[in-house]
């Protein structure tokens, strides 16, 4: 199955604005009709892509399953999600399936993502000043204008020099490079 998806970090909220209805219409072009708020962050999804909203208002997009067979409501009840680790921690022992879990971290408000141990949902994000995003399809932040496509010459030149070697998302002058990665 195909996950369509893009999560815009901080994204402004416009409510009844010229620029929300023009905002929707692209979303709508790229196939992304779903629309749900998680604190400051917008996740737009496909109509076909599956996803969830659990007790504590994080999402999981994708597929996710109980062992036992029983309802995930039964098995990740108030006191599992009594803190965003808990929640973590049971998914991974009570769960199983394709699915990337977004929520709020209650100390911070920031966005955190937790992504099933097999990597089944596709997951490219970059973190930048203006325009940090999570998507399962670089071409979407590239049709939304969050992304341009370049060449990375940097990279290029140090895999031909050092192809054994790998860079830990350090440009050549040790800054973070601001080029999505791939999980």
Do not use: N
């Amino acid at each position: 199955m195909a996950y369509r998806y893009i999560v815009l970090v901080d994204a402004p909220t416009r409510p009844g604005s010229a620029d929300e209805a023009t905002e929707d219409t692209r979303f709508a072009y790229l196939g992304l009709s779903t629309c749900i708020r998680l604190g400051r962050s917008a996740i737009h999804l496909s109509a076909d892509t599956p996803f969830c909203q659990l007790a504590d208002g994080s999402v999981v997009v994708g597929h996710l399953f109980a062992r036992t067979g029983v309802t995930l409501s039964d098995v990740l009840d108030d006191a599992t999600c009594s803190s965003s680790k808990a929640l973590r921690s049971a998914i991974l022992e009570r769960c199983w399936g394709d699915y990337l879990l977004l929520q709020r971290e209650e100390e911070t408000g920031r966005l955190s993502t937790f992504r099933d141990p097999s990597g089944g949902v596709p997951c490219v994000y970059r973190v930048d000043d203006g325009s940090t995003f999570i998507t399962s399809d670089i071409s979407l932040a590239i049709a939304l204008g969050l992304y341009t496509r370049q060449v990375d010459w940097d990279f290029i030149a140090h895999w031909l020099s050092f192809p054994t070697t790998r860079r830990q998302g350090l440009d050549w002058r040790g800054s973070a490079s601001s080029r999505p990665v791939a999980h």
